[in-house]
């Protein structure tokens, strides 16, 4: 397995040291290549993202993503210059975010029930395209425009995605989330193709739900949700709202994914570069490591995926929820559960 390795910021290194140490315990196959890519080498160098460097990342299976950002970066320069050039770049069209409540974890509901819901987001259109200009600047009379872009071919080949892991899921239902009493442009298509696709997925049911009251209901009733599928946007906003309700974003972990398997997928923690805890050796890694199984199940690893999953699964059920969290003691236990 040939690994890309971009470590980045803050507690990128951190988490993704030991993300690696429980990858190489089930799969001794391993080699990796680290990129320096982050805050760091832009202060440094003023580069992002070398098209020499894109173009030897094509040359790996996967990549691993820790987390990218510093607070002395203006906002926007490292996301729209390397994170989301990335994922365009290689045409991550899937931005998989699975939210599960495992056993032993604390939910901030009351009765949150069983969670496990798997959030299949669009990756490389909507308002994310930069499809935008602002005339006037520093006026009163100022005007920014962000369109959301939406093609019949991106919106088709997600919406299908979703409808395949439907399909081999026990529950068997997809819930589309969108804003189509507004966004009636954009939603007629999504409805539209979600309709069309369906119609080959007989077994699947499908529930649509406005992304206003889908947020609600992630807190009321998260449970009635299986596979949901929707734009990036919405996407980017509803997954964190699964995340707080599964645990908190130090166990959400994502695969940006090019289905066609064309260029190499990659893994990452939902969460940042959490400046605030970097160096401390208390980031949470379980994130990186569950984004190590998305990983290897991508890869057709099922077995060595399996095994990473239940090793969370299994340390999960027994911390102490009072615990405190070492970083490099969560990596040993996994990769000694995972590899044993
Ligand atoms: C995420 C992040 C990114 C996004 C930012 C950092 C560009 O919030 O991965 O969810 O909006 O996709
Ligand atoms: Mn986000």
Excluded at 286 to 315: E, I, M, P, Y
Aim: charged content about 25%; proline content about 6%; aromatic content about 4%.
């Amino acid at each position: 397995m040939r690994l890309a390795v971009i470590a980045g910021d803050g507690i990128g290194p951190e988490v993704v040291a030991e993300g690696l140490k429980v990858l190489r315990s089930v799969a001794p196959d391993l080699e990796t290549t680290d990129y320096d890519l982050g805050a760091t080498r832009w202060q440094r160098t003023g580069e992002l993202l070398p098209d020499t460097v894109l173009d030897e990342l094509r040359g790996h299976d996967a990549i691993l993503l820790g987390a990218i950002g510093d607070p002395g970066v203006p906002p926007g320069i490292l996301e729209r210059g390397l994170l989301l050039r990335l994922r365009f770049e290689l045409d991550h069209h899937v931005n998989l975010r699975p939210a599960k409540l495992y056993d032993g974890v604390r939910s901030p509901l009351a009765e949150p029930g069983e969670i496990d819901m798997l959030c299949v987001r669009e990756g490389t259109e909507g308002p994310y395209v930069g499809n935008g200009g602002v005339l006037r600047r520093d006026t009163p009379h100022e005007v920014a425009t962000e369109v959301s872009l939406n093609t019949a071919f991106g919106v088709e080949r997600v919406v299908r995605y979703a409808f395949e892991r439907a399909t081999a899921r026990p529950r068997r239902h997809l819930t589309l989330i969108h804003k189509t009493n507004v966004l009636t442009h954009a939603g007629s298509l999504w409805s539209r193709t979600v309709e069309e696709v369906g119609a080959e997925f007989p077994e699947v049911t499908v529930t649509y739900q406005h992304v206003d009251a889908a947020s609600m209901f992630f807190i009321t009733d998260p449970g009635r949700y299986d596979v949901i599928v929707t734009d990036n946007l919405f996407g980017d906003i509803v997954t964190d709202v699964a995340a707080a309700v599964t645990g908190g974003i130090g166990l959400a972990a994502s695969g940006n994914l090019d289905v066609s398997g064309t260029n190499p997928s990659m893994f990452e923690p939902v969460h940042g570069s959490a400046p605030d805890i970097a160096g401390q050796g208390v980031a949470d890694p379980t994130a990186t490591v569950l984004s190590v199984a998305l990983l290897l199940d991508h890869l057709g690893r099922t077995d060595q995926a399996r095994k990473v999953g239940a090793a969370v699964a299994f340390d999960l059920s027994t911390r102490d929820p009072r615990g405190r969290v070492r970083t490099t003691e969560v990596g040993d236990r996994l990769a000694a559960l995972a590899g044993g």
